[in-house]
């Protein structure tokens, strides 16, 4: 066990006056490696507070940039650091909170060839990934490596969180065994969320790290906790091993990592699907003299942000009452901020009789990064 200098015994004389945790409580934390995986809403406040409250060494899961939209809920990051690498911007940010804690970067999207060994490292997981198949592969890798997994998931105004360690407990695919469909499946930035909820969710994780780490008080393993933040409420659902759970049942069908992207139904980031048309693609129609019909289903305060000339708009939500405006005879490109809506305005106009209908990939925030870089994004 590692102990503590002369500057951490004053640094921590808070947790160390504590009966539960004292000096090898502090000492336990030190020694300790947790995984974080995201360094975005529920990464934050997670790193924040295991790092101020001593943990000695933190690893960062995340691929991504900082983005001036993050800020406003991602905490680990400041307007000085957009467009930097997150692993890298909260290493700084770490190194200034607790110069004792280790921070060990991975700028890389977890996946089936690495999870194993990235994961592996570590005694403790902390889930604040975004989108389904790292959350399903993270899962998967903690219970084959035995490894208790914190998780953590908001949306909108509601977030959950629970621990999963198999095999003293469930797993998160015995809570969801399967993802729901993704075009069902809206994220942060199409279907919102609060700023200040991932702060309360992911310091929820933060405390079920420290005492997974230390040994004390009642983990959330067994137990789903659902905070409502418009009531201000907190309700809690008992979970169960699930015995026909496909990967810590008793007898498990997935044993090694799969194709999680395609298990949750996500596309390739280098393919075209079907009925969908590149920024790109678009751009070099629209100069060519090609004009179909752009019809922009976002809400009117996303319009006046950012729109491609030309378009018109038609939020999502009253489509269904205006289909008699469009003529179902001419093409028509669909466009929404990431992709999600615009794809379900098109279903909904295929399914109307509507012919040559596309969804343009990525939405405007696409069109803004790799077409038009003066164009706002949000």
């Avoid at 060494?57 to 995340?62: A, E, W």
């Avoid at 015995?243 to 075209?272: K, L, M, N, W």
């Avoid at 466009?335 to 596309?358: N, T």
Wanted: proline letters at 7%.
């Amino acid at each position: 066990m590692p102990v503590l200098s002369p500057n951490e015994l004053v640094r921590y004389a808070r947790h160390l006056s504590l009966p539960d945790v004292g000096r090898d409580g502090q000492e336990r934390l030190k020694a300790a490696r947790v995984l974080i995986v995201g360094a975005g809403g529920l990464g934050s406040p997670a790193a924040l507070y295991l790092a101020a409250a001593g943990v000695g060494t933190l690893g960062l899961v995340d691929a991504d940039r900082v983005d001036l939209s993050n800020l406003q809920r991602q905490i680990l990051h400041g307007t000085a650091r957009v467009g930097t690498s997150k692993v890298a911007s909260a290493n700084e940010r770490i190194a200034d909170l607790n110069p004792f804690v280790r921070v060990e970067p991975h700028a890389v999207r977890l996946d089936a060839a690495n999870a194993a060994d990235v994961v592996g490292r570590y005694d403790v997981i902390v889930d604040g990934s975004d989108n389904f198949p790292t959350r399903y592969l993270v899962n998967d890798t903690c219970v084959w490596l035995a490894k208790p997994l914190v998780y953590g998931s908001i949306f909108r105004f509601e977030g959950q969180a629970s621990v999963f360690h198999a095999p003293h407990g469930p797993c998160y695919r015995c809570l969801y065994a399967e993802p729901p469909p993704p075009e069902l499946v809206p994220n942060c930035a199409e279907g919102g969320v609060l700023g200040v909820l991932p702060g309360i969710i992911g310091s929820v994780q933060a405390l079920e790290a420290i005492k997974l780490v230390i040994g004390i008080g009642s983990s959330l393993v067994g137990r789903l906790l659902i905070f409502d933040a418009l009531e201000l409420s907190f309700r809690e659902l008992r979970l169960q091993k699930d015995p026909g759970c496909p990967v810590c049942g008793e007898r498990p069908t997935v044993t090694e990592p799969i194709d999680y992207p395609a298990f949750c139904g996500y596309q390739a980031e280098s393919s075209e699907p079907a009925g969908e048309v590149e920024a790109s693609a678009l751009a070099a129609e629209l100069a060519a003299g090609s004009r179909p019909a752009l019809v922009d289903v976002r809400e009117p305060w996303e319009w006046e942000i950012a729109r491609i000339d030309g378009s018109r708009l038609l939020p999502l939500g009253d489509l269904p009452a205006r289909l008699g405006q469009l003529d179902t005879r001419a093409p028509i490109v669909t466009i929404c901020h990431h992709g999600l809506r615009s794809a379900q305005a098109r279903d909904l106009l295929k399914a109307a009789g509507f012919g040559g209908v596309r969804s343009l990939a990525g939405g405007i925030d696409e069109w803004a990064r790799t077409v038009d870089q003066e164009m706002a994004r949000y």
